[in-house]
């Protein structure tokens, strides 16, 4: 699934300046390449569309919108997701209740944790 190898290439889709900021930094301490960062549905959409990824970090909801029609789409391109929430598994779709679920706030032991869950197949 994931290369051994190469760094993994994130989208991370975060409403929240600080949080994707921390999200980013996490994610490169623990080896990953983050790709593209978007801060709303819309823009988040349209990265799905274009940028080449391994993993994509996606905060449920932004501005009030849920992230579902991103998750949709990777889905459907074969793109594992994680993702944040500060309502925890509860607040997922059922349709999404096999995804990986990282509480706000998290560590960055738990969201490497996740990922290499996710890098071998788990």
Known sequence: MLND?????VLVVEDEQLIAMMTEDMLEEIGCRVVATAHSLGSAVELAQSVE???AVLDVNLKGQESYPVADQL???GVPVIFLTGFGERGIAE?????PVLTKPFTQDALREMVMNLKRGK
Do not use: S, T, Y
């Not at 190898?5 to 290439?9: D, L, Q, T």
């Open 5 to 9: 190898n190469a760094p993994i290439r």
């Open 53 to 55: 990824m391994d993993l």
């Open 75 to 77: 889905r459907e391109q």
């Open 95 to 99: 349709r999404f209740k096999e995804v």
